[in-house]
Structure formats: structure tokens, C-alpha cells
């Protein structure tokens, strides 16, 4: 792509890819294999299925697959990449960056000038890097090639009530100028603080420590930061509005990084809450009929109110449907896929709403990383979902994730046990050599062949077909 002497326009997402196990365990399966009530991890957390890795998946083999995959589907030239960026928490070595690992893909076609290595932040690692990339094409170092941003992580807790929130997957992003999913420029806040709500200090185990009740309280709090800052500054920005009047009904579609799926709806539902807070410090409170008795609220007070969040999820609960509900497919499938949950929600709406819906919508993104890191930032859809124009090539590109979720594999929770079991006792085991099968890996897959005595780890790749 030849240097034009103008600032790019109009700088996101062009392609998007992505890819999860093959294998998966019932959540309700699940219930009754952990001895816990019926409905606590389908109703209760809202999960359906949790996808899952064997020994033969790594951080780098789900890299590779989806690398590849979004540069085969979309005929991208390895010339023309000039930024890659990795955002995980799933950490396999403490130097080597999974995106030197990546390299290989672009070694053999020549290019080794590719800028951008790995970030990590618990689920935040995929924002940043998608952030980086942006800021890469608005500056003076552009030079004019595209970028591409991977999100991913294998999300694994121990035997518990944690467990049935993991998920695993990736997702790659190509991103450029005259994108049709514009990153709004201006329009992000960002809250971060330090606290030990989930994190991985034994570099031993996969498995994070997590305080369940905190990380909850965390999420909710960093939300109600991140999206008054945004509404604050949208308001400003726009200058179409008054601040008060950035709300939710701003946004066609509202995404948020999914830990499971009913955490979700209750934050849409505080979104609403704030909306109806701050409609109250600037009077304007007549659309909020009936919840009158909450005037003088107090947000940091209600992250655990059982009356305030259960009037808020039936007052938003229209809006939970039209914004968010069409985000969770995959949430609710796959489970917490960690840094690209939030990505995956992106997916699945491009999946969910037809393009001609999509077209001209504004979407906010809430991104949030224990630890703790969080952000929002908004979308703008290109108006133009003419068959082939950019937005429609988009939309059809993801259609093949509802193909290849059927072709999944179920697996008994006994199963999957034991096979968390090996992982946990093979984990940075070298020399090493993985007994899973990889017939039923999806074709192109990457996968790990072995780890040699000196911890270098070999992958190979399913054929195409
Ligand atoms: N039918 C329907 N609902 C049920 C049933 C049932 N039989 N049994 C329980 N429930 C409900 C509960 O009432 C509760 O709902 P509520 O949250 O609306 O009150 C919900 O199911 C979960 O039950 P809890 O008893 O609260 O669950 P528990 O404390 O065992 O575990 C938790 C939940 C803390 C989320 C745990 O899975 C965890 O630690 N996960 C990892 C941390 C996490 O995801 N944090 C979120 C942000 S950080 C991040 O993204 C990693």
C-alpha cells in the first residue's frame, strides 16, 4: 500500500477471524457431575457449553490457526502486514513472545519487518494490542502496511465454582484505514487500579487465584468509571447533545468482555442504573417511571443489591434484547474465552444482526482485565452493506463459526476431568510429547507435535481438507 502524505481515515477493523477447541462439555452435564443444583451454571451464569483444550493446544498452536486462518480467508498478502500485535495472559514463556512465534508465518513469504510483540493484562491483552495498532496507523511510524491484533488465551481454573467460567479460543483482527468498523477516534476512557481480584503469580499452573466475589465487584465498579468517563467525553466531544443525554439509547449495540453470560445482562442493567443516576443530578428523570424510590442511590453502594439489579434487569430487559443479548452467542457457547471474550461478542453480532441492520449503528465496547485494566470505547459501522462492499464481505466472512460450532465434539464431564487432569501434570513438562488425537482437529488446524529437552515446542498443521 503506497504512503499517502494525508492521516489515515477512518482506522479499524477490516477482517476478523475466529477460531475455539473442537471439543466441548455440557454445562448442564456439568451441574450434575459437580453435585451443584440444577440451573446454577445454565441459569444462574448463563453458560450453555465451555470449550476446552487437550494437550495438543497451546497458546501458540491456537495463534497459528488463527494467523493463518484470517490471512487464507482473506486472500491478505504477507507483504502488505507491517504491525503484529498479541494480546494473552496465557503464558508459555517467560521471554519468547508468542508473536515471535507467529513470525514463522511470514518468514517464508520474506517479510521479517513486522513491528509489535506481546501484552499482557488478564482479559484487557487484546485491547491494548488492538489500541496499539490503531495509534501504530495514526502516527508518524505508520508506513502505510496494515496490522493485525490476535486475542487469546486457553481460560482454565481449578476443580471449583470457578471452573465453569472458562472457555478457550482466538481471535485476529486485520486492521487499516477505510475500514467498515471504525474505531471512534476520541471517544475511549480509560479506569485502572491495582487490586488482586485474579491473578497468576504461580508460574507453574495454569490456574489463576481468583476471589470470585471481588473480580465481580471489580468489573462492575471499573464499569461504572469507564462509562461515565465515556459519556462525559462523548458528550463533549459529539457536541450534538448535552452530557446528560449520552445514555444508553446512544448506542445501537452495547458489548462487554463476558466472564458468563448473566454478569452481562446485569451490566447492562447498571448501565441503565447510571444513565438513571445521572439523569438525576441533571433532572431529567421521566423516563425512568417507577424507580423513583432509588433517587438517592449511591453506585458503589448497589454492586451486590439484590433489589436495585433486580428492578434494573426488568426495566432494561427490552434493552438488554435489542443491544446486548445478539453479543453473548458465543459467550454462552464457548464460555470466558479471557482477552477475546470481548472480540467474540463482536463476532457474534456480526453473526446475529444481518448487515443491512448493522449498517450506519454506533457500537460500545466495554473491555475489562483483572488486575485491573478496563476501557470503553465505541464503533461506528460503515452505512454502506451493499453486496460487496466491505461491510457485507465482513458479515459473510463470519458466517462459517456457526458451521464449525456443529462440528464440535461433546465430551463427558469425566472426561473432560481427566483431561484438565493431563494438563495440569504435563504443564511445562519438557521433553514432552502429547498423547491427544488430532483426527477431529477442524482442518488447518495448528497443533503441538512436541517440546524437546530444552523447552523449544514444534507444532505441525492438520491438512486443509
Ligand atoms: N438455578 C438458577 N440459578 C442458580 C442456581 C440454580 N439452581 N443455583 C445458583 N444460582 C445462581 C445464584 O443465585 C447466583 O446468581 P446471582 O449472581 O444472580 O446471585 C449464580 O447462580 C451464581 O451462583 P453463586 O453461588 O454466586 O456462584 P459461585 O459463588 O459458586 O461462583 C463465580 C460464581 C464467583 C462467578 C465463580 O464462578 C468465579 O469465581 N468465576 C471466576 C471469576 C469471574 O469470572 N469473575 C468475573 C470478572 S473477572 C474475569 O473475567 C475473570
Known amino acids: 500500500m503506497a504512503r499517502s502524505t494525508e492521516w489515515p481515515h477512518d482506522v479499524g477493523i477490516l477482517a476478523v477471524e475466529l477460531i475455539f477447541p473442537h471439543l466441548y462439555v455440557d454445562q448442564s452435564d456439568l451441574e450434575v457431575y459437580d453435585g451443584v443444583s440444577q440451573g446454577k451454571y445454565t441459569v444462574g451464569l448463563g453458560q450453555s457449553k465451555m470449550g476446552f483444550c487437550t494437550d495438543r493446544d497451546d497458546i501458540n498452536s491456537l495463534c497459528l490457526t488463527v494467523v493463518t486462518r484470517l490471512m487464507e480467508r482473506n486472500s491478505i498478502a504477507h507483504a502488505s502486514v507491517g504491525r503484529l500485535e498479541v494480546g494473552t495472559e496465557t503464558i508459555v514463556d517467560k521471554s519468547k513472545s508468542v508473536k515471535s512465534v507467529l513470525m514463522q508465518i511470514f518468514e517464508e513469504h520474506g517479510n521479517f519487518s513486522i513491528e509489535g510483540i506481546d501484552t499482557t493484562n488478564a482479559c484487557y491483552g487484546g485491547t491494548a494490542a488492538l489500541f496499539n495498532a490503531v495509534s501504530w496507523i495514526e502516527s508518524s511510524a505508520w508506513d502505510g502496511r496494515l496490522a493485525i491484533v490476535v486475542a487469546a488465551d486457553i481460560a482454565l481454573y481449578a476443580k471449583g465454582n470457578a471452573r465453569p467460567t472458562g472457555g478457550a479460543g482466538a481471535v485476529a483482527m486485520l486492521v487499516g484505514p477505510d475500514a467498515p468498523l471504525v474505531i471512534e ?21 495454569e ?7 471481588l473480580s465481580i ?9 469507564c462509562y461515565q468517563m465515556y459519556c462525559d467525553k462523548a458528550g463533549k466531544v459529539m457536541q450534538e447533545k448535552n452530557q446528560f443525554q449520552w445514555d444508553v439509547n446512544c448506542f445501537d449495540s452495547i458489548l462487554f468482555h463476558s466472564p458468563y453470560c448473566k454478569l452481562v445482562q446485569k451490566s447492562l442493567a447498571r448501565l441503565v442504573l447510571i444513565d438513571f443516576v445521572r439523569a438525576q443530578r441533571f433532572g431529567h428523570n421521566e423516563s425512568f417511571i417507577g424507580l423513583e424510590k432509588f433517587a438517592n442511590v449511591k453506585l458503589e453502594d448497589t454492586y451486590f443489591d439484590k433489589d436495585i439489579e433486580k428492578e434494573f434487569l426488568v426495566f432494561s430487559k427490552e434493552c438488554f434484547k435489542n443491544k446486548t443479548e445478539p453479543s453473548l452467542f458465543l459467550a454462552n457457547q464457548i464460555g470466558n474465552m479471557y482477552t477475546p471474550s470481548l472480540y467474540g461478542g463482536l463476532v ?17 465496547l466495554f473491555s475489562y482485565g483483572s488486575g485491573l485494566a478496563s476501557s470503553f470505547f465505541s464503533i461506528k459501522v460503515s452505512d454502506d452493506s451493499s453486496v460487496g462492499s466491505k461491510l457485507d464481505v465482513l458479515v459473510r466472512s463470519v458466517l462459517n463459526v456457526q458451521e464449525q460450532l456443529d462440528l464440535r465434539l461433546k465430551v463427558s464431564p469425566e472426561d473432560f476431568s481427566k483431561i484438565l487432569e493431563d494438563r495440569e501434570k ?9 498423547s491427544a488425537q488430532v483426527d477431529n482437529f477442524f ?10 529437552d530444552k523447552y523449544r515446542r514444534y507444532y505441525d498443521r492438520v491438512p486443509l481438507s
Open 185 to 205: 477516534r476520541g471517544l475511549r476512557s480509560t479506569y485502572m487500579r491495582h487490586v488482586y481480584d485474579f491473578y497468576k503469580p504461580n508460574l507453574e499452573s
Open 207 to 213: 490456574y489463576p487465584v481468583v476471589d470470585g466475589k
Open 217 to 225: 465487584q471489580c468489573y462492575l465498579s471499573a464499569l461504572d468509571n
Open 348 to 364: 457474534s453480532l456480526l453473526l446475529k444482526k444481518p448487515g443491512n441492520l448493522l449498517a450506519g449503528t454506533r457500537i460500545g
Open 426 to 434: 504435563n504443564h511445562h513438562v519438557a521433553p514432552y510429547t502429547p
Open 443 to 452: 482442518p488447518g488446524s495448528w497443533y503441538l507435535k512436541y517440546v524437546d
